[in-house]
């Protein structure tokens, strides 16, 4: 679509945010690798633009990272500059009887992962010999007492402690797995774990506190007691053991004082997760739609359950739906310092930026690849897994069967794995090169039955189409089958297809195979024409120029006619307006502006001066032929209550002045008598009463006996107003001997 067109016509949105989606097995790629480094901008916006031309044709049109990302992919990556490629094809270890993988932790040579609903230890890793070779392996290490293993921290020497929901418990399991008591910490959560300086921290709520111990789980002390009622992150660098609340997102540094170091409020409800780049440290922080959540009640609704704190699991997890939630990753640059090399104080000072956001989701972990800034984010949202390498440089690596990926670990250098919940596993992503992938739409909203035409892709292939229309937002037995769409190569416009053999229908949902490791799809314009609906009127109101409150002034003769109208739409209209007398036929319309320019605003302004006294109404007529063309445009018609018309002004008769007492009597034609006052000798104007206490009708007496006039004669004018604003003004010459 060129300049021209995009600024003459507005976008106009898509479909809803969150549209269930359709069956298929599983969607991811990393590109050529994880650390890759890819070009281009940011979007911010989960819904990809739909733009109107004229004729009454739209496009949907899917151009960069974030208009792609609300899709969703098998064996492809989504690049930040918008291109979607085919990537790795990731292996999913199954955790057998358990109800979701919750959290991991990265180890030398495999990722331990924790699961809720069984508070269970699973290892995965890759075979290294046999026909298995390659392939992940899953085994069972341990089940614990507890409804969900929420941390873990590997000890030196490979023993690893476990925290479980409910209660403060830490377990003990070594290397066999066998499991032994390693503390008990009067808390209800605890969750974070992390080594630091040869003791053990454990980031616990409601309260707030960070306890240390011994690598023995001895002596457990209150070290830090934050304001916050929970400690979700926690991050141990060189001598520095950073801190992330909620439901605050403040960010700490312990200290020898118990309230640690504030060195940061982020604004949100949870600082979930850090890392550490070269130069800087990476926060992701959290806003939950319903400020009053807290990070507890978060995790409890995406678990469906009432409670982790020892109730029971409720309904059923594969229909659960993580609560709504924004997502901002920010960034510090903390410079050099003594000892680690960075300075953590200037994170109270220094400028955070803003390298990531999303909507209508919320981050479950980052993982650092290493220390230059490339970064993985698992998110609540459709499974996503996100890469990040600077506030200009993202992309969709993953895009899970499972609705929400929860964690992510590397084995040391080696494969990198991402736990999933309501599927209980976890993906090695780099498994193997995907041959093909597909990229399919989220389910286009046309918003009313459509007919669609040409299929516009830029690209390179070769690439083949699938597509299918339906009545409904989710794809249900209603929809038709996928239909093969045969593409035409055109040199220099790219890929060319046709859906107009597809039955008329609201939804639409596209497909596109990359069929070679080497195709990819870089732009996407679907063009379609809505059954075109008339605009609807709903009032046409004609609106006086207020009266002036000294009433020295009439008002303007100009009026202004205003009208609301839906265009149901969203097309652009133009409007004709026109009056006539009440009570006369159709020919005595009168157009109010030149009929070779029709009205675009919402209002219109007529001049009175020259129009003759009388009831008139106007009647505005709506079109959309600017969306639609001539020949398909419709129109809705409305008039205005009848309204009078009175430029005549009142007359004041039988002004008299007699035994001290001013009197008169004003008439007026047209409406009725708004006000009355008096003047002595070119002094300020007093309002006058109506003799009969109130003005409100055509003809109104009034009289006064003006108090401290002095012998000799005055002068007394007289000013009338009626309902419209009109003056009229009289004198007459009063003698007080």
Request: charged share 25%; net charge negative; proline share 6%.
């Amino acid at each position: 679509m060129t300049a021209r067109m995009r600024s003459r016509y507005p976008s106009l949105p898509l479909a809803v945010r969150h549209l269930p989606r359709a069956p298929r097995t599983l969607r991811l790629s990393l590109g050529l690798s994880l650390g890759l480094s890819l070009g281009g901008a940011v979007g911010a916006a989960l819904v990809a633009p739909s733009s109107a031309w004229a004729g009454g044709t739209r496009t949907f049109t899917l151009e960069d990272h974030s208009d792609f990302d609300a899709g969703e992919t098998e064996g492809a990556a989504i690049e930040d500059s918008g291109r979607v490629t085919t990537g790795f094809v990731p292996a999913k270890g199954e955790l057998p009887d358990a109800a979701s993988a919750f959290s991991c932790l990265s180890r030398k040579d495999d990722v331990l992962v924790g699961t809720a609903d069984k508070a269970a230890v699973f290892r995965m890793g890759l075979a290294k010999r046999g026909k298995d070779k390659g392939k992940v392996e899953v085994e069972r290490v341990a089940e614990l007492s507890g409804v969900v293993v929420t941390a873990m921290a590997e000890l030196p020497g490979g023993d690893v402690v476990v925290a479980t929901l409910p209660g403060g418990k830490l377990w003990r399991l070594d290397g066999r797995g066998k499991v032994s008591e390693f503390a008990e910490l009067p808390v209800e959560q605890v969750w974070a774990l992390t080594v630091h300086q040869g003791k053990l921290y454990a980031g616990t709520g409601p309260k707030g506190e960070l306890f240390a111990m011994t690598l023995a789980g001895k002596d457990p002390k209150v070290v830090l007691d934050d304001v916050d009622k929970h400690l979700m992150s926690l991050l141990s660098v060189g001598d520095a053991l950073l801190v992330g609340t909620a439901p605050s997102a403040r960010l700490l540094r312990l200290s020898d004082d118990p309230k640690g170091v504030l060195l940061k409020d982020l604004e949100g409800d949870e600082l979930r997760a850090l890392a550490l780049t070269r130069q800087g440290l990476l926060a992701a922080v959290n806003t939950f739609e319903d400020r009053s959540l807290s990070s507890v009640d978060a995790l409890t609704k995406n678990l469906q359950r009432t409670s982790l704190v020892g109730d029971p699991p409720q309904g059923d997890l594969q229909q659960a739906r993580p609560p709504k939630a924004d997502a901002t990753v920010h960034h510090v640059d903390l410079g050099t310092g003594p000892g680690t090399g960075r300075d953590f104080d200037r994170a109270s000072e220094a400028p955070w930026d803003q390298w990531f956001s999303r909507e209508g989701q919320y981050f479950t972990g980052m993982l650092a690849l290493d220390d230059v800034g490339t970064v993985l984010l698992s998110t609540s949202s459709d499974g996503k897994i996100y890469r990040l390498r600077g506030p200009r440089d993202v992309a969709t690596v993953a895009d899970f069967e499972e609705r929400q990926s929860t964690a992510l670990c590397r084995a040391a250098k080696g494969p990198i794995f991402a736990t999933v919940g309501q599927g209980a596993g976890a993906y090695h992503l780099e498994a193997s090169t995907a041959k093909k992938a597909l990229y399919r739409t989220k389910v286009l909203d046309a918003k009313q039955p459509s007919d669609f035409g040409a299929l516009a892709l830029r690209g390179k292939g070769p690439l083949s189409v699938r597509a299918r229309v339906g009545p409904s937002a989710e794809a249900d037995d209603r929809w038709s089958p996928w239909s093969a769409i045969t593409l035409t190569v055109e040199p220099g416009a790219g890929f060319r297809g046709d859906l107009s053999s597809l039955p008329r229908r609201r939804y639409l949902q596209i497909e596109v195979g990359l069929d070679t490791p080497d195709a990819e799809l870089r732009e996407l314009e679907q063009f379609y024409a809505p059954e075109n609906l008339a605009p609807l009127l709903t009032s046409v109101d004609v609106n006086r120029p207020e009266l002036d409150d000294d009433g020295e002034r009439e008002p303007s003769p100009k009026v202004t006619i205003r009208w609301k109208v839906d265009a149901r739409d969203d097309d652009d209209l133009v409007y004709g307006v026109r009056a006539r007398p009440e009570g006369t036929g159709e020919t005595q319309w009168i157009p109010l502006h030149d009929a070779k320019d029709p009205v675009t605003k919402r209002e219109l302004q007529w001049d009175l001066s020259t129009v003759p006294d009388g009831v008139y109404e106007i009647e505005v007529v709506a079109s959309d032929e600017p969306s639609n063309g001539a020949g398909k445009a419709r129109t809705d018609e409305l008039r205005s209550a009848p309204f009078v018309v009175d430029r005549q002004r009142p007359r004041i008769e039988d002004l008299r002045w007699g035994a001290g007492k001013l009197s008169a009597t004003i008439r007026d034609t047209g409406g009725y008598v708004h006000d009355a006052a008096y003047s002595i000798d070119d002094g300020p104007f007093r309002a006058l009463s109506a003799a009969d206490g109130m003005f409100d009708e055509p003809v109104e007496v009034v009289n006064v006996s003006p108090e401290g006039l002095t012998k000799g004669t005055h002068r007394i004018v007289v000013r009338a107003r009626d309902s419209f604003g009109n003056l009229e003004t009289a004198a007459v010459l009063a003698t007080v001997e």
